[in-house]
């Protein structure tokens, strides 16, 4: 299903915690986050639905792929996430101080990392290129996903993070 808000400008983290909220109350027990411009290989997709039981964040790709580019395959940490309903509680969902572009994937991966672990399964992603002016990540962005990434080793200081929002 395709959800939005009303957010001005577009709130990435509000629109997945509405997802979130919205698909746990229809009794969905795995729920798949997915950019619309991110395709996951098949196989680690099902595996990562086959494992999300544990209640840890699943990340159905370990390495991704701009169309349109001639960048090598790298890491990313966004474009689909494989998640629980339990998962999205524990870590508290998005932040949605982060607004219009960046920092919002980072965020979920660091305080997953943090509290209850990520799971990264083989395979390719394909993700659409966006320009530089698409994709730039406002500072203040740029500042709140720092603060998550300096307490990714440090519970305390991670739901101390949380409990801000």
């Not at 990562?48 to 990313?76: E, K, M, W």
């Not at 969902?93 to 990264?120: I, M, S, Y």
């Not at 002016?133 to 739901?159: F, H, K």
Request: proline residues 7%; glycine residues 10%; contains cysteine.
């Amino acid at each position: 299903m395709t959800v939005d808000t009303d957010h001005e400008p577009f709130n990435l983290g509000a629109c997945r915690n509405a997802a979130v909220e919205l698909a746990a109350g229809l009794g969905a027990d795995v729920i798949i986050i997915s950019d619309a411009d991110t395709l996951p290989p098949p196989s680690a997709l099902a595996a990562a639905i086959a494992q999300a039981g544990d209640h840890r964040l699943h990340i159905p790709f370990d390495n991704c792929v701009y169309a349109g580019t001639d960048s090598p395959p790298g890491l990313a940490n966004g474009g689909v996430h494989v998640v629980t309903p339990t998962f999205w509680e524990t870590v508290g969902g998005q932040d949605e101080r982060f607004v219009g572009w960046g920092g919002d994937d980072d965020q979920l991966v660091a305080v997953a990392k943090c509290l209850v672990g990520v799971v990264r399964h083989p395979g390719l992603a394909v993700s659409l290129w966006h320009s530089d002016a698409e994709r730039i990540c406002a500072q203040p962005n740029r500042d709140l996903v720092g603060e998550y990434w300096r307490a990714v080793s440090n519970p305390t200081a991670m739901r101390k993070l949380i409990a801000q929002r």
